[in-house]
T-cell receptor, first 113, second 114 residues
Framework: GESVGLHLPTLSVQEGDNSIINCAYSNSASDYFIWYKQESGKGPQFIIDIRSNMDKRQGQRVTVLLNKTVKHLSLQIAATQPGDSAVYFCAETNTPGNTPLVFGKGTRLSVIA | GAVVSQHPSRVICKSGTSVKIECRSLDFQATTMFWYRQFPKQSLMLMATSNEGSKATYEQGVEKDKFLINHASLTLSTLTVTSAHPEDSSFYIC??????????FGPGTRLTVL
């Protein structure tokens, strides 16, 4: 289930189940979105990205959905594994390049073996 | 993929001292690097944009005289936390863009000020 703590919401899933992590972004002018995975004590690791001219993009075991109408982004992880346990952040930016990323609040994914 | 390193990975210092954190792009050149700060159980917040050969651009609320940024070469940016205090204890992360929109993050530096 999903719970909201003082800072990071937590999503707990059983190993093998699918996970859905949601993110609401703030800037309607953003045209590039990225999902990052961050393990404890490490920097963010790129998972998958999507541009605003798309509404869905698939990678290996992951799918990102973009709904620009409601400014919502989701990350779906298929067959969640214990190694997927981490904090997941969405990030947004707009072109041209060399612009910094604006990160969402993050969700902690906890996989129960 | 491209590699960004940070040094040190962890540092503990006394209140009032200064600490320098290095961010290096190991296999590519970066005219711009970004510095983020992350407090426990919170998201990454942009502190400043480091520009090679020119002054850094700071986000609102970030003191430029306290967080000194030097981008002296195309592969190195440094962040110096001057007169550090316990409230500066945080996880500092840098990133460098390789191509448009693609940023690579360093492993982070854990700063603890006693």
């Amino acid at each position: 289930g999903e719970s909201v703590g003082l800072h990071l919401p937590t999503l707990s899933v059983q190993e093998g189940d699918n996970s859905i992590i949601n993110c609401a972004y703030s800037n309607s002018a953003s045209d590039y979105f990225i999902w990052y995975k961050q393990e404890s004590g490490k920097g963010p690791q790129f998972i998958i990205d999507i541009r605003s001219n798309m509404d869905k993009r698939q990678g290996q075991r992951v799918t990102v959905l973009l709904n620009k109408t409601v400014k919502h982004l989701s990350l779906q992880i298929a067959a969640t594994q214990p190694g997927d346990s981490a904090v997941y952040f969405c990030a947004e930016t707009n072109t041209p390049g060399n612009t910094p990323l604006v990160f969402g609040k993050g969700t902690r994914l906890s996989v129960i073996a | 993929g491209a590699v960004v390193s940070q040094h040190p990975s962890r540092v503990i210092c006394k209140s009032g001292t200064s600490v320098k954190i290095e961010c290096r792009s190991l296999d590519f050149q970066a005219t711009t690097m970004f510095w983020y700060r992350q407090f426990p159980k919170q998201s990454l917040m942009l502190m400043a944009t480091s520009n090679e050969g020119s002054k850094a651009t700071y986000e609102q609320g970030v003191e430029k005289d306290k967080f000194l940024i030097n981008h002296a070469s195309l592969t190195l940016s440094t962040l110096t936390v001057t007169s550090a205090h316990p409230e500066d204890s945080s996880f500092y992360i840098c990133s460098a863009p390789l191509r448009r929109d693609e940023q690579f993050f360093g492993p982070g530096t854990r700063l603890t000020v006693l």
